[in-house]
């Protein structure tokens, strides 16, 4: 409030409702003026999301990233952007001769990481884990001689896991854009995604992947997909085809959403 009084800002940005979203919302009540703004990725079926809904119908836009996650929010504020991240493409993939199928992400319950480690037996193709998180040790301890946990690594290093995999697997329960996903596209690489969340946003079913729900024909899509290497072949070159936003483009359409309420 004290910035505010000494220099006007055009904009109260909040990259996080819930643990900054609050302080943004106290500082409106303190006299300043200026329009809000929050980045919500998606809301949580837990009781901390209540603090995000609550910040968000102060907000004067919200900016999120998938279709999925703007239905969520659909009601609290009186706008609504929708911002794509930009992806960073690996090296070019080639899913027929790929020696793995690799999963991407934090591990953390709702990735589900671990209900995909239990059941990945005789799928056909070792299983290569790049994350850590809280649930690390539970994986580990669930991980059979065909899952292999490599945790965090450098950002060259994963796009040489990307570019060596024959496809990728998100069995998240919950998700709202799919970074990992979205990366593997711009390789050239199929996806198996659950159907949960914004995963068949970024996957067409049949063509640049599979999408299913977690149940056993989740795990029939893996086997075929690990036994196939031209269905893997096929599927990884529509998903190269797909569009991929670039970093430069999400600044623009970030800095455009912005313009409106400023």
Same mark, same amino acid.
């Given at each position: ?5 000494? $220099? *006007? +800002?055009?904009?109260? *940005?909040?990259?996080?409702? *819930? ?7 106290l ?11 929050? !980045?919500? !990725?998606?809301?949580?079926p ?9 910040v ?11 279709? +999925?996650?703007?239905?969520?929010l ?14 960073? %493409?690996?090296?070019?993939?080639t899913? =027929? ?20 480690? $239990? ?11 790049v994350?850590?998180?809280? $649930?690390?040790? =539970?994986?580990? *301890?669930?991980?059979?001689? !065909?899952?292999?946990?490599v ?7 994963? %796009?040489?896991?990307?570019? !060596?995999?024959?496809? /990728? ?31 068949? $946003?970024? /996957? ?13 024909? +989740? ?44």
């Amino acid at each position: 409030v004290g910035c505010w009084r000494r $220099e *006007r +800002f055009a904009m109260l *940005r909040a990259h996080s409702a *819930r643990y900054v979203g609050p302080a943004c919302v106290l500082a409106r009540r303190c006299g300043v003026t200026a329009p809000l703004v929050v !980045h919500v !990725h998606h809301l949580d079926p837990i009781a901390a999301a209540a603090i995000d809904r609550w910040v968000c119908r102060r907000a004067d836009l919200v900016v999120t990233d998938s279709d +999925f996650s703007r239905g969520q929010l659909a009601g609290l504020a009186p706008q609504i952007a929708l911002v794509a991240p930009g992806v960073t %493409a690996p090296p070019p993939a080639t899913p =027929a001769t790929g020696t793995y199928a690799l999963a991407v992400g934090a591990l953390k319950p709702r990735k589900n990481i671990r209900w995909l480690v $239990e059941r990945w037996r005789d799928v056909g193709l070792p299983l290569v884990v790049v994350g850590d998180g809280p $649930e690390r040790r =539970a994986i580990a *301890r669930a991980a059979g001689p !065909h899952v292999r946990l490599v945790g965090h690594v450098a950002d060259r290093v994963l %796009a040489d896991y990307y570019t !060596h995999a024959a496809f /990728v697997v998100a069995p998240s329960r919950l998700e709202c854009y799919a970074m990992p996903v979205a990366t593997a596209q711009a390789a050239g690489l199929p996806c198996l995604v659950s159907d949960r969340g914004a995963l068949p $946003e970024r /996957v067409t079913d049949g063509v640049t992947g599979f999408v299913r729900p977690l149940d056993g024909t +989740f795990l029939a899509a893996a086997r075929r997909l690990a036994t196939d290497a031209a269905l893997r072949a096929a599927m990884g070159e529509a998903a190269r085809r797909r569009p991929v936003q670039t970093w430069k483009q999400a600044a623009a359409d970030v800095r455009a959403a912005y313009a409106s309420v400023t």
